[in-house]
T-cell receptor, first 111, second 113 residues
Framework: GQNIDQPTEMTATEGAIVQINCTYQ??????LFWYQQHAGEAPTFLSY????GLEEKGRFSSFLSRSKGYSYLLLKELQMKDSASYLC????????????FGTGTKLQVIP | DTEVTQTPKHLVMGMTNKKSLKCEQH?????MYWYKQKAKKPPELMFV???????INESVPSRFSPECPNSSLLNLHLHALQPEDSALYLC????????????FGPGTRLTVT
């Protein structure tokens, strides 16, 4: 089976930095996505990591360690609008389009 | 145009009804997906169409029947649903070349009474 774990909830202060972790144990692995989902809205793409290391995209960065089955999403200079759920999702081998989502982390940004 | 549209936005149906959900994209994407999302849960993959052929069926009950009439359209036909099928149904599309970013539609909020 597929096991993708994230913390359920996190709270952080506006202007601060927050790291959202994701650990996975899956049968096969192509890469790992991060999506943002505001309440009542569709998920939107943030990043996709295939190789080990850190990828930076503006205020958001994503890290992957394939050997450890571990990823994190780093959000800098937090803004109130960053309050949302953050979903990591694994692209499984044997079918590139097959993506399994983690449990999601609900982030609340407070003033 | 980077938009995936879904209709209707909301749907209430009885257990004996037949209804359809529709999804459309004009980005030239060749992979389209149906996901089911219950409240406070992540999306669960139901079906994947790749180049208009059904490539993945995640053991979804036959009361859900997908259809891909052409590369821009994806339907989900519903029949004899159960109250536990009430959820947000999300459609997504991707280029279809390897593992690509998926673009999600706004979803259809389905309530089965």
């Amino acid at each position: 089976g597929q096991n993708i774990d994230q913390p359920t909830e996190m709270t952080a202060t506006e202007g601060a930095i927050v790291q959202i972790n994701c650990t996975y144990q899956t049968s096969g692995f192509n890469g790992l996505f991060w999506y943002q989902q505001h309440a009542g809205e569709a998920p939107t793409f943030l990043s996709y990591n295939v190789l080990d290391g850190l990828e930076e995209k503006g205020r958001f960065s994503s890290f992957l360690s394939r050997s450890k089955g571990y990823s994190y999403l780093l959000l800098k200079e937090l803004q109130m609008k960053d309050s949302a759920s953050y979903l990591c999702a694994v692209s499984l081998s044997g079918g590139y389009q097959k993506v399994t989502f983690g449990t999601g982390t609900k982030l609340q940004v407070i003033p | 145009d980077t938009e995936v549209t879904q209709t209707p936005k909301h749907l209430v149906m009885g257990m004996t009804n037949k209804k359809s959900l529709k999804c459309e994209q004009h980005m030239g994407h060749r992979a389209m997906y149906w996901y089911k999302q219950k409240a406070k849960k992540p999306p669960e993959l139901m079906f994947v169409y790749s180049y208009e052929k059904l490539s993945i069926n995640e053991s979804v009950p036959s009361r859900f029947s997908p259809e891909c009439p052409n590369s821009s359209l994806l339907n989900l036909h519903l029949h004899a649903l159960q109250p536990e099928d009430s959820a947000l149904y999300l459609c997504a599309s991707s280029r279809g070349q390897g593992a690509d970013e998926q673009y999600f539609g706004p979803g259809t909020r389905l309530t089965v009474t």
